[in-house]
DNA sequence: TTGTACGCGTTATCAT
DNA sequence: ATGATAACGCGTACAA
């Protein structure tokens, strides 16, 4: 019931606790018996090097950290699932952080982070706040960053995005195929990266349909979902549209749930396409028409980019900007 | 640009490495002056103390790790909320960690676990193989392990569940009510814990409604979702069940498929139930009757538990069930 | 092939 | 209130 550690081990088997290190670390030079008789002793003692002792020496911790504004969100787990795998057949293991869309909880993580705690950092960020500099100090760490799917333009690292701007153009342009004029824009931050982004295809695609553009139809939700079925209620009876593109997977379901109360058919009086990771799209009702990302591949991207950095400390990826093709799926909603 | 620690902090500000050490560990017995003094160079030069070396002497880590057989699914993303919340209440961390209902990948994680490398464990199991030794030996090392949802009976330690035999029961007793004969019960491992619960809770209201058992009728699916839409479709018509009890959420959308290829109505030809997580279950078509776990609550339970060990080394759960209630939502798949 | 001894960065103990 | 020092467990340079 003793401690054990390597130097309690070594002295049980009458060795040094270099050797008993090196039976460890797949060092050559060290007897094959040896080596296994060691490896069979801590076995059965159930000796484990222990890792805060090692990183202290290596500073390689083997564990990365992972930010995301949410994790019950299709998207991100989906993402995190390629994060994983990816890690998985590097050695390592992922401390995750969420969230909620909070800048301040993402700046304490990150300052968290500042001092060897991980190799890298993925991560896709709030985007609130407008001094990123908590951020440039991992620089001088040497943390090395990749961003996925929302990004900060004004920070130099390696980025995985989907490519927003073309897939909302198509997006908003099939509604107006199927003969939408008045066609709502739903965001929940029309000024970060992704939502800006999104909502320029929307606008473009109307200007180029000669569709005439109203403010009014741009519709800034928040996360609370009760509040935006009031919002969307509010709004879908006051101006009328004929179509929703909705930025966000949460703001198509307030919108089916703001119809259903309104009792708007969907997609009689109203077509909607939004982005989405949902796997079981078909089966609602009506089954919806999305924008769906590839997730998982964009997980296992990011986790690649910050993996080639890692293991080659003289690439530097910071100016690579992967840029993956989301797919249209249209279904009932939009028909 | 050169290495920041501790000791050349100290040096910059002609202190001892112990005063600077105070600053940060809310000491009392150091001036409030140089106390500030040393907090606003640090923030400066960008220090913060090496997370490895407190916890190579302190023996704490302030990190949990958190085993699940997956990430994208609404119960255990919700489930895992609920413990990142309690978690960060105590200033904790998430180590995540998804085994993909592999047993081997299970094993090798507590095992890796196993040398201080965190202050504990949150797990729903694999449920897979027999030998659990793996977990005893967490048991020596003082580790202590909370399971959730999926647990293994024969292991002692602070377990959170749900009544997953009454609410299938209950469930299974609805169907019966809405005038259903042959109730398929679709599982997909009944000798596992909950596969197993779940599928007595179904068989003892048959019996008590005196319906006659079929064995063919409880299915046993895969976790492949294209596979269990075959084995269904086949099912579904050789056996004409005109009801389905489903013990995991995605065999219900598989069902949902199933039902859709074969132009069987639901609820009209078949009713269907099934415990399930997902919050948009009213937009589905039709709207899914559930059983619904408090996962969130789930989480929050167990983090609770293991934290109650952790911040006071008497106290002794590992005899400690706590059974949270589950609740039916009738909608129109059984109706 | 194996052993010795130092240092990684921190904090607790003991001194001043 | 502040400083000196040992120890946490490990891996590696160097010696043998």
Redesign the interface.
């Known amino acids: ?1 003793d401690k054990i550690n390597i130097k309690t081990l070594a002295r049980e088997l009458n060795l040094s606790t270099s050797t008993v290190s090196r039976a460890f670390n797949g060092a050559t030079d060290i007897s094959q018996q040896t080596k296994e008789r060691i490896l069979s002793v801590a076995r059965e003692r ?1 000796y ?6 090692s ?2 020496r290596d500073k390689k ?1 083997q ?1 990365l950290a ?1 930010i995301v504004p949410e ?4 998207f991100f ?2 993402a ?2 390629g994060i ?1 795998d990816v890690a998985r057949t590097h050695g390592f ?6 969230t909620d869309d909070n800048f301040d909880r993402e700046v304490a993580f990150v ?2 982070l ?4 991980v190799d890298g950092i993925i991560m896709s960020v709030s985007g609130e706040g407008n001094d990123h500099r908590y951020l440039k ?1 991992l620089e ?2 040497k943390v090395p960053v990749v961003f996925f799917d929302r990004v900060y333009e004004d920070i130099e690292a390696a980025k995985v995005t989907t490519n927003d701007y073309k897939s909302s153009f198509a997006a908003t342009q099939h509604l107006i195929e199927k003969g939408c004029k008045r066609i709502a824009c739903l965001v929940i931050n029309k000024t970060i990266s992704i939502g800006k982004t999104r909502t320029q295809g929307y606008i473009d695609a109307l200007k180029r349909h000669q569709i005439p553009f109203d403010e009014r139809l741009i519709i800034d939700c928040s996360v609370n979902d009760k509040e935006n079925v009031e919002l969307l209620k509010n709004r879908l009876s006051q101006l009328k549209p004929d179509g929703v593109f909705s930025s966000v997977q949460r703001l198509a ?1 307030a919108t ?2 703001a119809a259903y109360e309104l009792k708007l058919n969907i997609p009689k009086k109203l077509k909607l396409i939004s982005f989405s990771s949902l796997q ?1 799209t ?6 919806m028409s999305t924008i769906t990302q590839p997730a998982y591949q964009m997980g296992v991207e990011a986790a690649k980019l910050l993996f080639e950095t890692l293991e080659n400390k003289d690439i530097d990826n910071r100016k690579k900007h992967v840029v993956l093709n989301s797919s249209l799926f249209i279904r009932k909603s939009s028909e």
């Open positions: 019931m159930n484990l090097p222990n890792h805060y002792a990183n202290l911790t564990t992972v994790i019950a969100n299709d787990a989906q995190i699932n994983e293991y992922i401390l995750l952080y969420r300052n968290y500042n001092n060897g705690k100090t001088q760490k379901f089916y749930q079981i078909p089966l609602l009702n009506p089954p």
